[in-house]
Nanobody, 118 residues
Framework: QLQLVESGGGLVQPGGSLRLSCAASGGTLNYYAVGWFRQAPGRARERVSC????????YYQDSVKGRFTISRDNAKNTVYLQLNSLKPEDTAVYYC???????????WGQGTQVTVSL
């Protein structure tokens, strides 16, 4: 069964950058669409970005367009989310999820905390 592990979160000042990683085991991640989600305290979980399998088309939530970039490294069985120009409102636990297509989430990681603060 596919297992996902996120890493790369941390505390960063506004305007800073982080790179989140979603590493897979038990399966080949490039066969799956992979989405990044986030959940802030008291708020519903929301999809931030997704990269499809095959043509690797990408989706971004409007609030992160131009700041976040999703990518794959198939040799490392890993999907990344580059977070630039971070804002306090980006503070959340970030999760990755894999599925046959973006919009369906079959496998989840445990999450990584991103905190944007002075």
């Amino acid at each position: 069964q596919l297992q996902l592990v996120e890493s790369g979160g941390g505390l960063v000042q506004p305007g800073g950058s982080l790179r989140l990683s979603c590493a897979a085991s038990g399966g080949t991640l490039n066969y799956y669409a992979v989405g990044w989600f986030r959940q802030a305290p008291g708020r519903a979980r929301e999809r931030v970005s997704c990269i499809s399998s095959g043509d690797e088309s990408t989706y971004y939530q409007d609030s992160v367009k131009g700041r976040f970039t999703i990518s794959r490294d198939n040799a490392k069985n890993t999907v990344y989310l580059q977070l630039n120009s971070l804002k306090p409102e980006d503070t959340a636990v970030y999760y990755c999820a894999a599925s046959p297509n973006c919009g369906y989430e079959d496998y989840w990681g445990q999450g990584t905390q991103v905190t944007v603060s002075l």
